[in-house]
């Protein structure tokens, strides 16, 4: 009894210790600013506050990062709007049209959402989130007070806690007992590959749209649940620039409506009244454009927010103190400082403004809704490729776009393909309207061309879904009635006797399957040419799977079949009416094998990450990680498949250091080089050659008089002079030459993302399985002199070397991990090409 009773006065002592609210100095013990909080305690800030404050504060947890750290929601409001939280949250999907149970309340509290720390070695921002979330609560802070009453805000304290502690635990292990400010003094130098990115070297600043990373699937799920009116993003720049706030610089998308430009100068001019009162400089409407639609600005924007970057100077850099370039030291107090400031000034502008930002807000989704935006009304996608098909539909639906069935006869639309008006029938055929909340996103994902009000930009300029998925697409300008949408499934019919299966292999789906089978130790082949059986007509590429060398394994294989809705069909017997029976050489056993990829200093993280993540996380396949700077005969030993991401790389340098690398080669390995792997592997006289820029010296030759002057530059135009040479990110079309192995399953054309100008000298002896002719760039930015040296050159080619092979990419495929159509190829170079 009496340690019943001695446990309960300790209970209640706990958590009376738990329910008081404490300040992020008190909390930690040290002024924050003094030094770098590892994520684990700011989570167990955020829990502790929860705790203490419940009448004002909802903590929910969205998620788990890769390396199993927490991802945060926290949101802060007067106790009588928390009372009503779910309620206010759903009457603000009514103002979107998202929610159409009733109508919309229109004198709701409005939304505002702070995003801490995307970029892990921009990391005063998740300290600035402790400090913004205590000044919300603390009972003595009047006017924030205030400004709750009719707002709701959402702290996220770090959207990428793994970079985070990568950059904190490292910053922490180097720093002596006092900051050194020296800039070149070890702590001001992060190693490969830095905090910014996530596990899998993943920019999540690029992937909103996207979302091919757990923190960004679990983040904009939450995002759709809540549309909220403001947006911020907190990032860091280099340690010499002063503070970016809004208005953002040029190019803005043209969907941008003039209220969502408007408001952010109204915003801007807020922060300036602060910052001037401190002495503090800022700039506005540079550098930082609105047009990519994956930023943490720009997919706010295209989802009717006031989506903002603030950028403070300090990223990697920065450590606790910095001198910079004008004597300056700049410390983590200084960065929280500015955070701080623009953090709670949003917070004030908002609640000044609340009945203006939800009266426009819910303007912008009734247009959406009534009129659509853009001229297209109406994108029917008649692809018949179902893998391809599925893969978007799962982007819709991540991005609560709403698809359905259109059914009409010689409708006339833009075929993204061949770039023309035609004629075309649907028959309850997949679509998408623009008459709808999302209306906005999908115009800019959707467009044939983005049209750009000004053309430096700091990123890609093409990024339209039918490309990307390699989906044939037309785009409607009338409104066409879209019934709901029904997905059939393929209805496979398997026996236990079979000879054997065949299973069409025509998406990155397909090649998952592969994988999947291989890994089930499964024998799988294929046939190099197209075939017919029993009247079908198969592709070649099409796998077999048969009971000879699989006896046993039928049933993990129709497991694995209907697990993946793989098409499969059965066979009774190895003769074909057409092509080769399938004990032909010209069948393929498919030889498991074994994948290494180039990684470490050197090489460019995001690239390495994109290989890494697709192995492991998309094909389930595994995949040995060496540093590129230790790769030799040794290391490549038992591996089959050597993959170089772009980098910059010693054995491709050094003659010596690659004589190795190169025997391996000779000797039967597949080394797969993309991007300037591929440059450099031309340069050291692998057997490719880069193409010159001959175009340059012909254009030299025939100047004529009326631009003679061409070279006589004003010195303020010469940003926008040097964008002649400039490929920010394009699509071009790429004629394939489907009958190689690393094209099965291809069309004879393909949809590339352009990121430089490299191109290769067609190959006598090897195959150029991907090539640009004239004039193929379908969409995107691409300076005028560069346009002029892209066409006629390999792209995509597979060179043998004595008994092994070289596969060259000019351009990453799977960029971002968000190019979806490229990753079929880079399986078909792993998986086909050479067995
Ligand atoms: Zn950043």
């Not at 009448?55 to 106790?79: D, F």
Request: charged residues 25%; contains cysteine; hydrophobic residues 35%.
């Amino acid at each position: 009894m009496r340690s019943r009773l001695i446990s309960f006065l300790l209970l209640l002592t706990c958590s009376q210790l738990f329910a008081q609210l404490k300040s992020p100095d008190e909390f930690l013990g040290y002024q924050l600013g003094s030094k770098f909080t590892p994520h684990y305690k700011i989570v167990n800030y955020f829990h502790q506050t929860a705790l203490a404050m419940p009448q004002m504060m909802k903590l929910e947890k969205y998620g788990e990062t890769n390396e199993g750290r927490e991802l945060l929601l926290a949101i802060v409001s007067t106790p009588e709007n928390m009372a009503r939280l779910d309620d206010i949250r759903k009457n603000n999907l009514r103002l979107t049209g998202i929610l159409k149970d009733k109508a919309a309340d229109i004198t709701a509290p409005v939304i505002v959402w702070l995003s801490y720390n995307v970029h892990g070695n921009e990391a005063s921002s998740s300290e600035v989130s402790m400090k913004t979330l205590y000044e919300l609560l603390n009972p003595s802070n009047a006017q924030t007070k205030n400004w709750l009453k009719n707002t709701v805000i959402i702290i996220d304290p770090c959207l990428n806690p793994d970079g985070r502690d990568r950059y904190v635990n490292w910053f922490n292990q180097v720093v002596g007992k006092n900051a050194d400010a020296n800039p070149n003094s070890r702590e001001h130098s992060e190693p490969w590959p830095g905090g910014r990115l996530n596990h899998y070297n993943f920019d999540l600043n690029r992937d909103w749209a996207w979302q091919t990373q757990v923190e960004t699937q679990g983040r904009v799920k939450k995002y759709n649940e809540w549309m909220p009116q403001i947006h911020c993003d907190f990032h860091e720049q280099g340690i010499n620039n002063p503070y970016f706030f809004a208005p953002a610089a040029e190019p803005f998308h043209e969907v941008i409506t003039k209220w969502q430009r408007d408001f952010q100068g109204v915003i801007g001019r807020n922060h300036a009244r602060y910052f001037d009162s401190n002495g503090w400089l800022y700039f506005t409407k540079e550098t930082f454009d609105l047009f990519y639609p994956a930023y943490g600005d720009t997919y706010p924007i295209y989802n009717g927010a006031i989506g903002m970057t603030y950028e403070q100077a300090g990223h990697s850099q920065g450590g606790l103190a910095v001198v910079t370039n004008d004597g300056d030291t700049l410390t983590l107090k200084d960065r929280i400082a500015h955070h701080f400031t623009t953090s709670m000034s949003t917070i004030e502008v908002a609640s000044q403004n609340a009945a203006k930002l939800i009266s426009e807000f819910k303007k912008y989704f009734d247009d959406a809704g009534a009129n659509g935006v853009g001229e297209y009304k109406t994108y029917v996608v008649t692809e018949n490729n179902a893998g391809k098909r599925e893969a978007l539909l799962k982007f819709f639906e991540v991005n609560g776009i709403k698809y359905g069935n259109v059914t009409g006869k010689a409708l006339k639309g833009y075929n993204y393909f061949t770039g023309k008006e035609e004629i075309f029938n649907a028959t309850n055929t997949l679509a998408v309207s623009a008459y709808q909340p999302k209306s906005a996103l999908i115009k800019v994902l959707f467009e044939p061309k983005s049209k750009l009000s000004d053309s430096v930009t700091y990123d890609i300029t093409a990024w339209s879904l039918p490309f990307v998925y390699g989906v044939q697409t037309f785009a409607v300008k009338e409104k066409i009635p879209v019934d709901n949408f029904s997905f059939k499934r393929y209805a496979n019919l398997f026996s236990e006797s079979a000879y054997g299966y065949l299973v069409n292999y025509e998406s990155f789906a397909d090649t998952k399957f592969l994988t999947a089978l291989l890994n089930a130790k499964i024998k799988v082949r294929y046939a190099e040419r197209d075939f017919t059986y029993k009247g079908n007509s198969y592709q070649k590429g099409t796998l077999i799977i048969l009971k000879k060398g699989n006896e046993g394994k039928f049933s993990r294989f129709l497991e694995l079949a209907s697990e993946w809705e793989a098409d499969a069909s059965v066979l009774d017997g190895g003769f074909m009416d057409t092509g080769f029976d399938f004990g032909s050489e010209k069948v393929h056993m498919i030889k498991k094998p074994t994948v290494a990829l180039l990684t470490g200093k050197g090489v460019n993280p995001n690239a390495a990450g994109e290989v890494w993540h697709l192995f492991e996380q998309q094909l389930n396949y595994p995949i040995s990680l060496i540093n590129a700077d230790e790769v030799d005969g040794s290391a490549l030993k038992n591996v089959d498949v050597l993959i170089v991401p772009d980098g910059s790389y010693k054995f491709l340098k050094e003659k010596d250091a690659g004589a190795e690398v190169k025997m391996w080669v000779q000797q039967g390995g597949k080394i797969i080089v993309m991007d300037n792997a591929a440059s450099q592997l031309a340069k050291a006289e692998w057997g490719i050659k880069l193409k010159k820029g001959e175009e340059d010296d012909k254009k030299d030759d025939k100047k004529d008089d009326k631009n003679i002057y061409a070279d006589v530059k004003r010195y303020e135009n010469r940003e926008r002079d040097g964008i002649v040479n400039n490929i920010p990110g394009a699509i071009y079309k790429v004629e394939l030459d489907n009958s190689h192995p690393l094209a099965f399953g291809y069309n004879n054309s393909y949809y590339s993302l352009k990121l430089g100008s490299d191109l290769y000298e067609f190959m006598k002896e090897g195959w150029n399985v991907g090539i640009i002719k004239k004039e193929n760039q379908a969409a995107g930015f691409v300076g005028s002199a560069t346009r002029e040296k892209i066409k006629d050159g390999t792209v995509i080619g597979v060179q043998q070397l004595g008994g092994g092979s070289i596969i060259f990419f000019a351009d990453d495929p799977i960029f971002r991990s968000f190019w979806e159509n490229g990753k079929m190829l880079l399986g078909n170079a792993v998986f086909l090409v050479g067995q």
